[in-house]
């Protein structure tokens, strides 16, 4: 098969997993296979919406624990068994807002509620973000064994934060594009 038809097989997210896996040290987490296992058994994205829900969000939050406990040992996912399902009906979200839709289009959120109490902490912002939307979070948890993180996020992340806080003493979400040496330098230690 020709190079460029070869190519064109792939989509562009195919073609960076690949280059970075052959030229690069940094570590790949391809999200997406888990992401389709889990879509043939139950919907993982909102339908008013181009995010995932709380059960994308836990799919996803599994993948990257999982893949970080090579590193990290002892570093495990909670167990799906620690989180209620809940279906929450709602007005529709950024595609019906985006149509001017939101009080016509509803949503079936399928959430995902602890069944014990999160032990990680907002402490930034100080006003309460329950959508975690700011450009920059900061959870802590009071065990200060476990690793910290900085996560340089986009609006996907969102839903992963309340699932991934409870792994790190202190991990700082960054919604932003770059990475940013200095913020890493700052908050210690990181994985």
Do not use: C
Request: aromatic share 8%; glycine share 4%; net charge positive.
């Amino acid at each position: 098969m020709p190079e460029a038809i070869r190519r064109a097989a792939y989509s562009r997210t195919d073609q960076l997993v690949a280059y970075l896996a052959a030229h690069s040290t940094v570590p790949v987490i391809d999200l997406r296979p888990a992401l389709r296992r889990a879509k043939s058994r139950e919907r993982i994205y909102h339908r008013t919406d181009t995010h995932w829900n709380d059960r994308g969000a836990y799919v996803a939050y599994a993948q990257i624990v999982s893949s970080l406990s090579g590193s990290l040992p002892g570093l495990r996912p909670n167990p799906p068994e620690m989180f209620e399902a809940h279906h929450v009906r709602g007005r529709g979200l950024d595609l019906a807002r985006m149509m001017g839709l939101t009080r016509v289009l509803e949503e079936d959120n399928l959430t995902l509620d602890s069944r014990r109490p999160r032990a990680a902490k907002l402490i930034e912002p100080l006003a309460p973000d329950t959508h975690f939307v700011a450009g920059r979070l900061v959870t802590e948890l009071p065990d200060p064994s476990r690793p910290r993180a900085v996560i340089f996020r986009d609006s996907f992340a969102s839903a992963l934060i309340p699932f991934l806080s409870e792994h790190f003493s202190r991990a700082v979400y960054l919604w932003q594009y770059n990475v940013d040496p200095d913020v890493i330098d700052v908050n210690g230690p990181m994985l």
